[in-house]
């Protein structure tokens, strides 16, 4: 079974930046399109964003365009979500997705998840 690892989380300050990082374990981080996923307390999953596996297209939700850019570095099995002016509403556990088909941008569709890292945006 594929592992997805996530890093990066923690506690920043409203304005700040933050810079998520994902691996994987068992293929070439190639073999799969990436995406982030969150969710904040009493509230379901939402998608934050996409990349395909190249990384030549990307998709993103609404609260992420403008402020947050998904990327990958297949040479280096790495994905990240760089997060800029975060704000406290922000605050949620954000989740590393890939899937093998396609691209991860609804969330009852994607097959593999990390574990999560906690986010905290304070005021």
């Known amino acids: 079974q594929e592992q997805l690892l996530e890093s990066g989380g923690g506690l920043v300050q409203a304005g700040g930046s933050l810079r998520l990082s994902c691996t994987v374990s068992r293929r070439p981080l190639s073999s799969y399109a990436m995406g982030w996923f969150r969710q904040a307390p009493g509230k379901e999953h939402e998608f934050v964003a996409a990349?395909?596996?190249?990384?030549?297209?990307?998709d993103y939700g609404d609260a992420a365009a403008g402020r947050f850019t998904i990327s990958r570095d297949n040479a280096k099995n790495m994905m990240y979500l760089q997060m800029n002016g975060l704000a406290p509403e922000d605050t949620a556990v954000y989740y590393c997705a890939a899937d093998l088909s396609h691209v991860p941008n609804e969330y009852s569709t994607t097959y593999y998840w990390g574990q999560g890292t906690q986010v905290t945006v304070s005021p």
């Open positions: 990349i395909n596996w190249r990384g030549d297209m990307t």
